[in-house]
């Protein structure tokens, strides 16, 4: 199994980002796929996930309404666009497929 992560990066408050995850090793629409984040000093948090059709979302309380999960199943990739970003957003990301496969994450950092 392998999760590659890209499109993380260094935006200003207010701007958008768009994540990719890319999976292989697995069949990749039979699961549901996570993101998480850890900013330093803290504990990796479940940012939201979605089920493996992607019929079905949830969201963190702290990023709902401005963050969106989606998945491309003909692609094996899943997706976290984020928009409104705060500086409390400021983290690597990661996904993930059912809490045992992680990727290596992507940092996003949000600062004037």
């Known amino acids: 199994v392998q999760l590659v992560e890209s499109g993380g990066g260094l935006v200003q408050p207010g701007g958008s980002l768009r994540l990719s995850c890319a999976a292989s090793?697995?069949?990749?629409?039979?699961?549901?796929m996570s993101w998480y984040r850890q900013a330093p000093g803290k504990e990796r948090e479940l940012v939201a996930g979605?089920?493996?059709?992607?019929?079905?979302?949830n969201y963190a309380e702290s990023v709902k309404g401005r963050f969106t999960i989606s998945r491309d199943n003909a692609k094996n990739t899943v997706y976290l666009q984020m928009n409104s970003l705060k500086s409390e957003d400021t983290a690597v990301y990661y996904c993930?497929?059912?809490?045992?496969?992680w990727g290596q994450g992507t940092q996003v950092t949000v600062s004037s």
């Open positions: 090793g697995f069949t990749f629409r039979h699961y549901g």
């Open positions: 993930s497929q059912a809490r045992v496969y």
């Open positions: 979605i089920t493996s059709d992607g019929g079905s979302t």
